[in-house]
């Protein structure tokens, strides 16, 4: 045994890997390893080839491994408002293994849809940057925060219509540091995607910053995009 795999062991000890839907302990013979355990699996609504991708204006698509239901949902729910930053590992892990199945990971630089300065400081974190970073480390790439958000928006849930939407987030985006995203192919992540609104405004952002392409992914959609 190498010392990572026994530091590994000994870390499963003390620190025993549960199921990230449900919370119970991972064993073996369960399914995705360190994630998710077997009936979690069995639950899972997998977004499939033709629903798991959406067409945006200023993004080429967005990919995500998830409906935005059941148990994806409520996971979703614990990182957002109920402080379960763990979580957005796994979320990361699972984003990261989709894009590899549809064969897309040459990307120059990782980065995310970002929280207000407000709404950061009063959620403790940014869910979409911590899913960045792991989807990231996955990959192997850069992971660069190249976008502010400046302003204080009320969240895209309270809004009804596609267009309220997109007016919502219109001009909350700014480049953090000009020429950042120039010559560069960038995925942007977040946790969520419903229209498209959000990830929109930010890959125009990024695409008025010179960046060649903007991709997106995100660890769930609902199913109405």
Not at 5 to 23: E, N, V
Not at 68 to 76: F, K, L, N, T
Not at 114 to 133: N, T, V, W
Not at 202 to 216: F, Q
Request: with cysteine; proline share 4%.
């Amino acid at each position: 045994m190498t010392y990572v795999k026994l530091f590994s062991a000994i870390l499963d000890l003390l620190f025993p890997p549960r199921c990230c839907f449900c919370g119970r302990l991972l064993w073996e013979k369960d399914g995705d390893g360190r994630y998710a355990c077997r009936a979690c699996e069995e639950e899972l609504p997998y977004a499939g080839k033709d629903d798991g991708l959406t067409l945006g204006n200023c993004f080429v698509w967005c990919r995500s491994p998830f409906l935005y239901r059941g148990i994806v949902r409520s996971a979703v729910l614990r990182l957002k408002f109920g402080r379960a930053e763990a979580l957005a590992g796994p979320m990361g892990h699972y984003v990261a293994a989709c894009l590899k199945q549809y064969g897309k990971t040459d990307f120059s630089v990782v980065t995310w849809a970002p929280l207000s300065r407000k709404r950061r400081a009063r959620r403790g974190f940014d869910q979409a940057e911590a899913i960045a970073r792991r989807t990231a480390a996955e990959l192997g790439l850069p992971v660069e925060g190249l976008l502010v958000k400046q302003k204080d928006t009320p969240a895209q849930s309270t809004t009804r219509s596609r267009s309220d939407r997109a007016a919502n987030v219109r001009g909350a985006y700014r480049i953090r540091q000009k020429g950042a995203a120039a010559q560069r192919t960038v995925l942007l992540i977040d946790d969520v995607v419903t229209t498209g609104a959000t990830l929109s405004e930010c890959a125009e952002t990024l695409l008025r910053d010179g960046a060649e392409l903007v991709y997106a992914a995100t660890f769930a959609r609902t199913e109405a995009t």
